[in-house]
Protein backbone atom coordinates (compact mmCIF):
# COMPACT_ATOMS: atom_id res chain seq x y z
CA UNK A 1 0.00 0.00 0.00
CA UNK A 2 1.06 3.46 -0.69
CA UNK A 3 2.13 5.35 2.47
CA UNK A 4 0.15 8.21 1.49
CA UNK A 5 -3.10 5.84 1.61
CA UNK A 6 -2.34 5.38 5.54
CA UNK A 7 -2.49 8.92 6.04
CA UNK A 8 -5.45 11.40 5.85
CA UNK A 9 -3.10 13.89 4.51
CA UNK A 10 -4.54 12.55 0.71
CA UNK A 11 -7.08 14.63 -0.03
CA UNK A 12 -6.83 17.37 -2.61
CA UNK A 13 -5.64 20.73 -1.20
CA UNK A 14 -4.81 23.97 -2.82
CA UNK A 15 -2.94 27.27 -2.04
CA UNK A 16 -1.44 30.20 -3.49
CA UNK A 17 2.12 29.00 -3.03
CA UNK A 18 3.97 32.97 -4.31
CA UNK A 19 3.47 35.66 -1.89
CA UNK A 20 0.61 37.74 -1.07
CA UNK A 21 0.63 40.63 -3.28
CA UNK A 22 0.52 42.35 -6.39
CA UNK A 23 3.37 40.37 -8.18
CA UNK A 24 3.53 39.90 -11.84
CA UNK A 25 3.31 35.83 -11.60
CA UNK A 26 1.10 33.70 -9.15
CA UNK A 27 1.75 30.02 -8.12
CA UNK A 28 -1.10 28.18 -7.28
CA UNK A 29 -0.02 24.72 -5.93
CA UNK A 30 -2.47 21.62 -5.86
CA UNK A 31 -1.42 18.23 -4.34
CA UNK A 32 -3.64 15.04 -3.68
CA UNK A 33 -5.69 11.87 -4.45
CA UNK A 34 -7.38 12.90 -8.28
CA UNK A 35 -5.60 16.23 -7.83
CA UNK A 36 -5.19 15.73 -12.22
CA UNK A 37 -8.84 14.61 -12.66
CA UNK A 38 -10.07 17.35 -11.18
CA UNK A 39 -7.73 19.93 -12.29
CA UNK A 40 -7.05 18.85 -16.29
CA UNK A 41 -10.23 20.13 -17.26
CA UNK A 42 -9.45 23.68 -16.41
CA UNK A 43 -6.30 23.77 -18.26
CA UNK A 44 -7.20 23.73 -21.97
CA UNK A 45 -3.63 23.24 -23.80
CA UNK A 46 -2.96 25.86 -26.39
CA UNK A 47 -1.76 23.40 -28.68
CA UNK A 48 -4.66 20.88 -28.16
CA UNK A 49 -3.23 17.83 -30.06
CA UNK A 50 -0.33 17.83 -27.30
CA UNK A 51 -0.84 15.28 -24.72
CA UNK A 52 0.22 16.59 -21.11
CA UNK A 53 3.54 15.69 -20.14
CA UNK A 54 4.75 15.71 -16.39
CA UNK A 55 7.52 17.86 -15.40
CA UNK A 56 6.83 20.03 -18.58
CA UNK A 57 5.26 23.65 -18.27
CA UNK A 58 2.34 23.65 -20.63
CA UNK A 59 0.93 26.80 -22.37
CA UNK A 60 -2.95 26.64 -21.52
CA UNK A 61 -5.95 28.64 -21.01
CA UNK A 62 -7.45 28.55 -17.17
CA UNK A 63 -11.29 28.57 -17.71
CA UNK A 64 -14.17 27.07 -15.60
CA UNK A 65 -15.16 23.65 -16.85
CA UNK A 66 -19.09 24.36 -15.89
CA UNK A 67 -19.61 27.07 -18.84
CA UNK A 68 -16.41 27.98 -20.48
CA UNK A 69 -15.49 31.09 -19.13
CA UNK A 70 -11.50 31.45 -19.49
CA UNK A 71 -10.13 33.22 -16.35
CA UNK A 72 -6.54 33.43 -17.40
CA UNK A 73 -3.59 32.57 -20.08
CA UNK A 74 -1.36 30.77 -17.45
CA UNK A 75 1.18 28.41 -17.43
CA UNK A 76 0.69 24.95 -16.06
CA UNK A 77 3.07 21.89 -14.88
CA UNK A 78 1.98 18.36 -13.76
CA UNK A 79 3.46 15.82 -11.31
CA UNK A 80 3.49 12.43 -11.14
CA UNK A 81 3.75 10.82 -7.69
CA UNK A 82 6.69 9.91 -6.04
CA UNK A 83 7.99 12.45 -8.57
CA UNK A 84 7.06 15.70 -6.80
CA UNK A 85 7.18 17.92 -4.10
CA UNK A 86 4.80 16.25 -1.67
CA UNK A 87 5.80 12.98 -3.13
CA UNK A 88 1.68 12.98 -4.19
CA UNK A 89 -0.05 13.50 -7.76
CA UNK A 90 0.76 17.63 -7.93
CA UNK A 91 -0.07 20.62 -9.71
CA UNK A 92 1.49 24.00 -10.29
CA UNK A 93 -0.40 27.20 -12.20
CA UNK A 94 1.40 30.32 -13.23
CA UNK A 95 -1.09 32.94 -13.66
CA UNK A 96 -0.86 36.52 -13.50
CA UNK A 97 -0.40 38.04 -10.43
CA UNK A 98 -3.96 39.98 -9.85
CA UNK A 99 -5.66 39.88 -6.54
CA UNK A 100 -8.84 39.14 -8.25
CA UNK A 101 -7.64 36.46 -10.73
CA UNK A 102 -6.00 34.19 -7.64
CA UNK A 103 -9.01 34.56 -5.84
CA UNK A 104 -11.60 33.39 -8.55
CA UNK A 105 -9.42 30.64 -9.32
CA UNK A 106 -8.93 29.45 -6.04
CA UNK A 107 -12.79 29.72 -5.92
CA UNK A 108 -13.13 27.66 -8.69
CA UNK A 109 -11.04 24.86 -7.45
CA UNK A 110 -12.73 24.80 -3.93
CA UNK A 111 -16.03 24.20 -6.29
CA UNK A 112 -13.99 21.03 -8.28
CA UNK A 113 -13.39 19.80 -4.73
CA UNK A 114 -10.21 20.78 -3.45
CA UNK A 115 -9.82 22.12 -0.05
CA UNK A 116 -7.68 24.81 1.19
CA UNK A 117 -3.87 23.77 2.32
CA UNK A 118 -3.33 24.60 5.76
CA UNK A 119 0.16 26.50 7.10
CA UNK A 120 2.96 24.13 5.75
CA UNK A 121 0.60 21.39 5.04
CA UNK A 122 2.31 20.44 1.66
CA UNK A 123 6.20 20.36 3.23
CA UNK A 124 3.77 18.05 5.55
CA UNK A 125 3.31 15.73 3.37
CA UNK A 126 6.86 15.87 1.80
CA UNK A 127 7.76 14.56 5.13
CA UNK A 128 5.30 12.30 5.45
CA UNK A 129 6.11 10.60 2.32
CA UNK A 130 9.17 10.10 3.28
CA UNK A 131 10.48 12.62 0.57
CA UNK A 132 12.48 14.71 3.34
CA UNK A 133 12.99 14.62 7.49
CA UNK A 134 12.06 16.85 9.90
CA UNK A 135 15.13 18.46 10.04
CA UNK A 136 15.21 19.39 6.19
CA UNK A 137 11.57 20.65 6.69
CA UNK A 138 12.51 22.91 8.89
CA UNK A 139 15.48 24.32 6.77
CA UNK A 140 12.81 24.63 4.16
CA UNK A 141 10.40 26.87 6.52
CA UNK A 142 14.18 28.94 7.87
CA UNK A 143 15.13 29.33 4.55
CA UNK A 144 12.30 30.98 3.43
CA UNK A 145 12.74 33.60 6.51
CA UNK A 146 16.05 34.19 6.46
CA UNK A 147 16.62 37.90 6.11
CA UNK A 148 20.38 37.55 6.16
CA UNK A 149 23.59 35.70 5.10
CA UNK A 150 23.94 33.84 8.56
CA UNK A 151 20.39 32.93 8.39
CA UNK A 152 20.67 31.26 5.29
CA UNK A 153 23.85 29.37 6.29
CA UNK A 154 21.91 27.37 8.88
CA UNK A 155 18.65 27.34 6.82
CA UNK A 156 20.79 26.06 4.17
CA UNK A 157 22.49 23.60 6.64
CA UNK A 158 19.38 21.88 7.97
CA UNK A 159 18.09 21.66 4.42
CA UNK A 160 21.25 20.27 2.98
CA UNK A 161 20.70 17.16 5.60
CA UNK A 162 24.64 17.75 6.74
CA UNK A 163 22.31 17.24 10.62
CA UNK A 164 20.61 14.27 9.08
CA UNK A 165 23.81 12.39 8.27
CA UNK A 166 25.48 13.31 11.57
CA UNK A 167 21.82 11.67 13.76
CA UNK A 168 22.01 8.90 11.41
CA UNK A 169 25.47 7.72 12.02
CA UNK A 170 25.25 8.24 15.64
CA UNK A 171 21.98 6.02 16.01
CA UNK A 172 24.08 3.92 13.61
CA UNK A 173 26.35 3.47 16.59
CA UNK A 174 23.84 3.55 19.52
CA UNK A 175 22.35 -0.04 17.19
CA UNK A 176 25.69 -1.30 17.09
CA UNK A 177 26.27 -0.86 21.08
CA UNK A 178 23.14 -2.19 21.98
CA UNK A 179 23.37 -5.24 19.55
CA UNK A 180 26.71 -6.06 21.83
CA UNK A 181 24.39 -5.90 25.13
CA UNK A 182 21.39 -7.60 23.55
CA UNK A 183 24.42 -10.98 22.80
CA UNK A 184 25.54 -10.37 26.24
CA UNK A 185 21.95 -10.90 27.31
CA UNK A 186 20.94 -13.62 24.62
CA UNK A 187 23.86 -15.37 25.90
CA UNK A 188 24.18 -15.38 29.70
CA UNK A 189 26.48 -18.30 30.08
CA UNK A 190 29.20 -16.84 28.09
CA UNK A 191 31.04 -15.98 31.15
CA UNK A 192 34.60 -14.98 29.61
CA UNK A 193 32.63 -12.43 26.98
CA UNK A 194 30.78 -10.69 29.61
CA UNK A 195 33.60 -8.23 30.44
CA UNK A 196 34.81 -7.75 26.77
CA UNK A 197 31.01 -7.42 26.10
CA UNK A 198 30.86 -4.06 28.44
CA UNK A 199 34.50 -2.75 27.42
CA UNK A 200 33.47 -2.38 23.66
CA UNK A 201 29.86 -0.98 24.80
CA UNK A 202 31.37 1.68 26.72
CA UNK A 203 34.60 2.38 24.11
CA UNK A 204 31.05 2.86 21.72
CA UNK A 205 29.58 4.72 23.81
CA UNK A 206 32.30 7.17 24.81
CA UNK A 207 32.97 8.26 21.18
CA UNK A 208 29.04 8.81 21.09
CA UNK A 209 28.96 10.83 24.09
CA UNK A 210 31.82 13.07 22.99
CA UNK A 211 30.32 13.73 19.74
CA UNK A 212 27.12 14.42 21.31
CA UNK A 213 29.03 16.90 23.67
CA UNK A 214 30.44 18.84 20.51
CA UNK A 215 27.26 19.31 18.78
CA UNK A 216 25.62 20.80 22.31
CA UNK A 217 28.12 23.31 22.45
CA UNK A 218 27.68 24.58 18.71
CA UNK A 219 24.02 25.72 19.62
CA UNK A 220 25.21 29.14 20.58
CA UNK A 221 26.65 29.52 17.76
CA UNK A 222 23.98 28.11 15.51
CA UNK A 223 21.52 30.30 17.68
CA UNK A 224 23.53 33.39 16.50
CA UNK A 225 23.07 32.22 13.13
CA UNK A 226 19.76 31.87 12.76
CA UNK A 227 18.21 33.83 15.45
CA UNK A 228 20.86 36.39 15.63
CA UNK A 229 23.53 38.37 17.40
CA UNK A 230 22.05 39.24 21.46
CA UNK A 231 23.37 42.50 21.68
CA UNK A 232 22.19 44.17 25.05
CA UNK A 233 22.77 47.97 26.23
CA UNK A 234 23.94 48.78 29.68
CA UNK A 235 24.54 51.61 31.70
CA UNK A 236 23.73 54.57 33.68
CA UNK A 237 20.32 56.39 32.71
CA UNK A 238 20.85 58.95 30.24
CA UNK A 239 23.59 57.76 29.02
CA UNK A 240 22.17 57.33 25.61
CA UNK A 241 21.31 53.35 25.14
CA UNK A 242 17.83 54.14 23.53
CA UNK A 243 19.55 56.78 21.13
CA UNK A 244 22.16 54.10 20.25
CA UNK A 245 19.13 51.74 19.68
CA UNK A 246 17.00 54.43 17.71
CA UNK A 247 20.80 54.89 15.39
CA UNK A 248 21.33 51.50 14.84
CA UNK A 249 17.72 50.73 14.52
CA UNK A 250 17.36 53.55 11.79
CA UNK A 251 14.10 54.10 13.41
CA UNK A 252 12.49 56.19 16.87
CA UNK A 253 11.78 52.58 18.00
CA UNK A 254 13.03 53.59 21.78
CA UNK A 255 11.10 56.48 23.71
CA UNK A 256 14.08 59.17 24.71
CA UNK A 257 13.87 62.06 27.13
CA UNK A 258 16.25 63.67 29.58
CA UNK A 259 13.83 62.43 32.48
CA UNK A 260 16.30 59.77 34.24
CA UNK A 261 14.46 56.12 34.09
CA UNK A 262 12.80 56.55 30.90
CA UNK A 263 12.65 52.79 30.14
CA UNK A 264 11.81 50.65 33.21
CA UNK A 265 11.15 47.69 30.98
CA UNK A 266 13.27 46.37 28.40
CA UNK A 267 13.19 47.01 24.78
CA UNK A 268 14.11 43.84 22.06
CA UNK A 269 14.35 44.79 18.07
CA UNK A 270 15.86 42.82 15.46
CA UNK A 271 17.83 44.87 12.67
CA UNK A 272 20.88 44.32 10.31
CA UNK A 273 23.61 45.80 10.48
CA UNK A 274 25.88 45.60 7.49
CA UNK A 275 24.00 42.41 6.33
CA UNK A 276 24.31 40.78 9.65
CA UNK A 277 21.42 39.92 11.66
CA UNK A 278 21.72 41.45 15.61
CA UNK A 279 18.85 41.75 18.52
CA UNK A 280 18.88 44.95 20.23
CA UNK A 281 18.04 44.96 23.70
CA UNK A 282 17.17 48.56 25.28
CA UNK A 283 17.23 47.82 29.46
CA UNK A 284 16.66 49.90 32.06
CA UNK A 285 19.47 52.16 33.39
CA UNK A 286 21.27 51.21 35.96
CA UNK A 287 21.49 53.25 39.66
CA UNK A 288 20.36 53.17 43.29
CA UNK A 289 16.55 53.34 43.49
CA UNK A 290 13.86 52.83 45.71
CA UNK A 291 11.47 52.76 43.21
CA UNK A 292 9.47 49.26 43.43
CA UNK A 293 9.10 49.43 39.52
CA UNK A 294 12.59 50.49 38.02
CA UNK A 295 14.39 48.06 40.86
CA UNK A 296 12.51 44.93 38.96
CA UNK A 297 13.77 46.72 35.66
CA UNK A 298 17.38 46.80 36.60
CA UNK A 299 17.40 43.64 37.76
CA UNK A 300 15.67 42.38 34.95
CA UNK A 301 19.00 44.95 33.31
CA UNK A 302 21.80 42.72 35.01
CA UNK A 303 19.49 39.16 34.08
CA UNK A 304 19.60 40.25 30.19
CA UNK A 305 23.34 41.31 30.09
CA UNK A 306 24.39 37.58 31.82
CA UNK A 307 22.39 36.03 28.89
CA UNK A 308 23.28 38.10 25.76
CA UNK A 309 25.87 37.53 23.24
CA UNK A 310 27.34 40.72 23.66
CA UNK A 311 27.27 43.67 25.85
CA UNK A 312 27.59 46.97 25.53
CA UNK A 313 28.02 49.13 28.42
CA UNK A 314 27.86 52.57 28.31
CA UNK A 315 29.14 55.70 30.01
CA UNK A 316 29.44 59.56 28.76
CA UNK A 317 32.40 60.70 27.95
CA UNK A 318 31.86 63.86 29.51
CA UNK A 319 32.36 61.74 32.74
CA UNK A 320 36.29 60.92 32.54
CA UNK A 321 38.14 58.70 34.53
CA UNK A 322 34.88 57.50 36.27
CA UNK A 323 33.61 55.68 33.57
CA UNK A 324 36.49 53.21 33.34
CA UNK A 325 35.74 52.68 37.08
CA UNK A 326 31.65 51.81 36.17
CA UNK A 327 33.25 49.73 33.19
CA UNK A 328 35.16 47.51 35.32
CA UNK A 329 32.58 47.11 38.39
CA UNK A 330 29.89 46.34 36.05
CA UNK A 331 32.11 43.64 34.26
CA UNK A 332 32.49 42.44 37.45
CA UNK A 333 28.97 41.90 38.48
CA UNK A 334 27.53 40.94 35.03
CA UNK A 335 30.63 38.48 33.73
CA UNK A 336 29.85 38.86 30.56
CA UNK A 337 30.62 36.38 27.36
CA UNK A 338 31.58 39.34 25.27
CA UNK A 339 31.78 43.41 25.97
CA UNK A 340 32.46 46.28 24.46
CA UNK A 341 33.20 49.52 26.63
CA UNK A 342 31.30 52.72 24.63
CA UNK A 343 31.96 56.21 25.00
CA UNK A 344 28.66 57.89 24.43
CA UNK A 345 28.37 61.61 23.53
CA UNK A 346 31.42 62.34 22.40
CA UNK A 347 30.96 65.38 20.42
CA UNK A 348 30.45 67.41 23.96
CA UNK A 349 33.87 66.59 24.80
CA UNK A 350 37.28 67.57 23.43
CA UNK A 351 39.98 65.90 24.77
CA UNK A 352 39.22 61.82 25.71
CA UNK A 353 43.17 61.56 26.64
CA UNK A 354 42.69 61.05 30.07
CA UNK A 355 40.50 57.53 29.76
CA UNK A 356 41.73 54.44 29.17
CA UNK A 357 42.05 52.99 25.78
CA UNK A 358 40.19 49.75 24.19
CA UNK A 359 36.91 51.66 23.53
CA UNK A 360 34.69 52.62 21.22
CA UNK A 361 33.97 56.36 20.80
CA UNK A 362 30.42 57.55 19.16
CA UNK A 363 27.94 60.78 18.93
CA UNK A 364 24.54 59.76 17.97
CA UNK A 365 24.12 63.42 17.16
CA UNK A 366 26.66 63.79 14.66
CA UNK A 367 27.55 59.81 13.85
CA UNK A 368 30.84 59.92 15.14
CA UNK A 369 32.24 56.49 15.87
CA UNK A 370 29.12 54.22 14.40
CA UNK A 371 30.12 52.94 11.30
CA UNK A 372 33.59 51.39 13.46
CA UNK A 373 30.73 50.56 15.92
CA UNK A 374 28.79 48.60 13.24
CA UNK A 375 31.82 46.69 12.54
CA UNK A 376 33.05 45.21 15.65
CA UNK A 377 29.06 44.24 16.37
CA UNK A 378 29.61 42.41 13.11
CA UNK A 379 32.92 41.13 13.98
CA UNK A 380 31.39 39.61 16.37
CA UNK A 381 28.55 38.02 14.24
CA UNK A 382 31.32 37.16 11.99
CA UNK A 383 33.35 35.33 14.95
CA UNK A 384 30.63 32.69 15.67
CA UNK A 385 29.49 32.15 11.74
CA UNK A 386 32.87 30.89 10.99
CA UNK A 387 33.06 28.05 13.31
CA UNK A 388 29.96 26.63 11.34
CA UNK A 389 31.60 26.21 8.38
CA UNK A 390 32.65 22.48 8.51
CA UNK A 391 30.91 20.55 10.70
CA UNK A 392 27.17 20.19 11.56
CA UNK A 393 25.56 22.06 14.42
CA UNK A 394 22.52 22.82 16.11
CA UNK A 395 20.45 26.22 15.35
CA UNK A 396 16.64 24.85 16.61
CA UNK A 397 16.01 25.10 20.17
CA UNK A 398 14.21 21.82 19.52
CA UNK A 399 17.16 20.13 18.41
CA UNK A 400 19.57 20.84 21.14
CA UNK A 401 17.05 20.09 23.50
CA UNK A 402 16.65 16.30 22.05
CA UNK A 403 20.39 16.19 22.03
CA UNK A 404 20.09 17.46 25.34
CA UNK A 405 17.83 14.41 26.88
CA UNK A 406 20.17 11.91 23.99
CA UNK A 407 22.86 13.04 26.62
CA UNK A 408 21.46 12.62 30.05
CA UNK A 409 20.00 9.24 28.62
CA UNK A 410 23.79 8.37 28.49
CA UNK A 411 24.63 10.26 31.81
CA UNK A 412 22.02 7.13 33.68
CA UNK A 413 23.66 4.34 31.42
CA UNK A 414 26.62 5.56 32.99
CA UNK A 415 25.66 5.44 35.83
CA UNK A 416 24.09 1.96 35.99
CA UNK A 417 27.47 0.58 34.14
CA UNK A 418 29.26 2.03 37.16
CA UNK A 419 27.31 0.56 39.91
CA UNK A 420 27.07 -2.79 37.71
CA UNK A 421 23.34 -2.60 36.46
CA UNK A 422 22.05 -5.21 34.35
CA UNK A 423 22.32 -5.10 30.28
CA UNK A 424 18.88 -4.99 29.87
CA UNK A 425 19.04 -1.57 31.98
CA UNK A 426 21.84 -0.19 29.91
CA UNK A 427 20.13 -1.56 26.76
CA UNK A 428 17.10 0.46 27.74
CA UNK A 429 19.19 3.46 28.46
CA UNK A 430 20.93 3.62 25.20
CA UNK A 431 17.34 2.84 23.32
CA UNK A 432 16.28 6.08 25.27
CA UNK A 433 19.42 8.45 23.52
CA UNK A 434 18.37 6.79 20.47
CA UNK A 435 15.03 7.50 20.72
CA UNK A 436 15.84 11.16 21.59
CA UNK A 437 18.42 11.88 19.04
CA UNK A 438 16.31 10.49 16.33
CA UNK A 439 13.25 12.88 17.11
CA UNK A 440 15.30 15.74 15.33
CA UNK A 441 14.48 14.35 11.85
CA UNK A 442 11.34 12.92 12.04
CA UNK A 443 11.81 9.11 13.04
CA UNK A 444 8.90 9.03 15.65
CA UNK A 445 5.15 8.69 15.12
CA UNK A 446 4.65 11.54 17.28
CA UNK A 447 1.87 13.89 16.23
CA UNK A 448 2.40 16.69 18.32
CA UNK A 449 5.93 16.95 17.34
CA UNK A 450 4.80 17.54 13.83
CA UNK A 451 2.13 20.17 14.71
CA UNK A 452 4.65 22.15 16.75
CA UNK A 453 6.92 22.16 13.55
CA UNK A 454 4.74 22.90 10.88
CA UNK A 455 2.60 25.29 12.40
CA UNK A 456 4.96 28.10 11.86
CA UNK A 457 5.31 27.80 7.87
CA UNK A 458 3.40 29.87 5.80
CA UNK A 459 0.12 28.68 3.74
CA UNK A 460 1.44 26.93 0.51
CA UNK A 461 4.46 25.53 1.51
Not at 160 to 172: A, I, M, N, T
Not at 406 to 431: I, K, M, N, P, S
Request: one cysteine or more.
Amino acid sequence: MDRNELHSDNEPIVALSSGQGHGAIAILRASGRACHELLVPCLRMKKASTPWEARVLTHCDLLDPTDGTVLDDCMAVIFKRPHSYTGQDSVEIYVHGSPYIVKTALALFYRLGFRPAEAGEFTRRAFLSGKIDLSEAEGINALIGASSHQQWLAARHLYSGRLKQLVDELDRQLKEAMAWLEASIDFPDEGDTTKAHRASVLERVDKIFASLQKLEKSYEDGRVASQGLRVALFGEPNVGKSTLMNTLLGTERAIVTEEPGTTRDYLEEACLVNGRLIRLIDTAGVRDSTQKVEKLGIERTYALAREADLVLFLAEAKAGDESWAKWKQWVEDVKPSAYLQVLTKCDLVNNLKSLKTGYAEISCRTGLGIEALKDRIVAKVNEHVRKLEDEPFLSSARHKRAVEEALEALRRFYTEAHVGGFDEVLAFELQQAARALVSIIGRIDTEEILDVVFASFCVGK
